[in-house]
């Protein structure tokens, strides 16, 4: 391949072979070069062959970008993050990823860091690469401003985010949802006396996952005892702080929590060690997001609900795909979570006897 | 800017404003509005503003597709980790990301997932969008082959990565440099029997790792003892079980431990706090990556070395950009660590005394 480069299909330096190449070391007309690389007209079949031959041998390949102001698609989509690429938003954007460049479709990456006027340049850079959509995805505290109206009639996909417009297609995991698998596996555990220590509720997945939190306990002919419903920070620290108020003298202490997230299950688990409670048997904790590195590493290993993350990107990819082929899409559709389930609810496995 | 819309200047659905429409609604010719827009040509003022104003009406903007085509930059790079995006990667990711786009680059990401056939894909793909270059990054085990020989003469800057390659740039961070770092504090604290739990040898960061910590000790004139340096896996679990080791029955402990990472730091500090060792008195703990969720949970919170990745990242966006400017950068780049100092090595600061 370098033999061939040097016979002068490559420029000095970092030059890429043209068309223009190819048609010269062919020894056909530009025309003919691009017909016989594009199946198109009528060629001797040796010529075809021929203009081929030397366009592989010199590593030519067509260029997207002559060939997308043709074709109207750009075979590009972006993304924007408000907020930067975290934990939460890393699993749908790979798998979102994944997901299109399947389909040959390449993805522009651009963090706004939560800064109006950042994602405006953002999404006029992304604009003049005549993207073909959008994915938009953020921090979740709360519904967001629908992206700039400059992108009007783009596709754009809200994802792990929710715009406040009525015709936005927005995908969200279903959290009153995971808050009911969560309640629903410690009431089939026997637990009666479930509490919930959770996060800030400026989140609406705070208030949605206390919903189901209630919802679920009301359906079990149980109710939340006051003072069983807690909230603080997405901290450890809130976790550790919180065994000390629903275990204050002269409590009735749960039997059971319910974590907002996985740092809080944590720092409960800590705490009730610390007190030498024991974790389930005492009282049982489940988690909330499946966080590998939390559940594995907390003693014992956490119950937690999992978003499924993955999921959630893959069908943001699906359903750009839609409408990028013309499908109007809209309205705010929530995906099922899982529970996954280990130790901090159902205990340790009995230990296997030797075999002989 | 909907009435605009409405006059005509946008097609029905997502059609986007062009030129045409431009010269048409101004009642002027193509090659006078592109003169216009471009600022070129000889053009009365009066009919420039004109174009202008009815280009900003429309929401026209010009195509970078085709302008690439004639500037010969895309004004795009690419991102190829072999790894999932993750921890390490993402805030150099980050920084790259607003390095590059403060300059108008816009970055192609992708995911090869550790399977070269996928890379190759990937790599194709970028070269059909003609990136003006690529960074690769990865994770860390060890030196990676080189990327494709299709890329040959695209300027390419593996970052958290080695390529086998001695005419390629890497960026990496200093971790011997690291080691000293957290050493030499231990030792200014008064400590002498410094001990290193860490991960697995097959990572060269383990062993520059080691390297640094062994050098650092030297240099005070002091030795590793024997069974002071142990590996394991990179978890809380492989630390909890070292401090079995370290305390056993018979052996002169140390008094600090340096870890290779904080998961194994905060596994230390929890099985010392479960054997009733104090952390700082009895034995000070320092920790390796600064990672917050770790460092900030553990009782008491870790000091830690910083291996500073979004400097790394601006570093590799600033690096691209020369070698894209025609620069030939090449060989391994160690760039420096920081020690973040918190309470596992130097105690609670005393608590501050009521004003009145």
């Known amino acids: 391949m370098d033999d061939a480069a040097d016979r002068g299909g490559r420029q000095k330096g970092r030059g890429t072979p043209t068309i223009r190449d190819v048609a010269r070391l062919a020894e056909v007309s530009i025309g003919t070069a691009s017909k016989a690389l594009n199946s198109a007209g009528r060629l001797r079949q040796e010529t075809r062959d021929k203009v081929v031959r030397v366009a592989r041998e010199i590593g030519y390949r067509p260029n997207d970008l002559a060939q997308s102001l043709h074709r109207a698609r750009s075979m590009t989509v972006g993304i924007i993050s408000n907020d930067s690429f975290g934990r939460f938003t890393l699993p749908i954007v790979e798998a979102l990823e994944g997901e299109l460049s399947e389909r040959g479709i390449a993805i522009f990456m651009c963090n706004a860091t939560d800064d109006p006027e950042r994602e405006r340049q953002h999404l006029d850079q992304l604009l003049g690469k005549r993207i073909d959509g959008l994915v938009v995805t953020a921090r979740r505290a709360d519904k967001r401003a629908p992206i700039g109206p400059q992108a009007n009639g783009l596709p754009v996909v809200y994802v792990f985010s929710q715009a406040d417009d009525p ?31 959770t996060g800030p509720e400026r989140f609406e997945a705070v208030r949605l996952r206390r919903h189901g939190y209630e919802a679920a306990l009301a359906a079990h002919g149980l109710a939340a005892e006051p003072g069983f419903y807690l909230t603080g920070v997405w901290s450890e620290a809130w976790g550790r702080e919180a065994i000390g108020q629903l275990f204050a003298d002269g409590a009735v202490p749960p039997d059971a929590i319910f974590a907002g997230n996985d740092q809080i299950a944590r720092g409960l688990t800590e705490a009730l060690r610390d007190r030498g409670i024991r974790v389930p048997d005492d009282v049982a904790v489940v988690g909330f997001d499946n966080w590998d590195v939390m559940v594995s590493a907390a003693r014992p290993p956490l119950t937690s609900v999992d978003m499924n993350l993955e999921a959630l990107g893959r069908e943001a990819g699906q359903r750009l795909i839609d409408m990028i082929n013309g499908e109007r899409l809209s309205g705010i559709r929530r995906l099922p979570c899982s529970l996954v389930v280990r130790e901090s609810s159902i205990g340790a496995p009995p230990a296997t006897l030797p075999q002989s």
Request: net charge neutral.
């Open 167 to 197: 015709t936005a297609l927005s995908l969200v995991p279903d959290d009153e949802g995971g808050s009911r698998l969560a309640v629903d596996h410690l009431v089939g555990l026997g637990r009666r006396r479930i509490a919930h220590v």
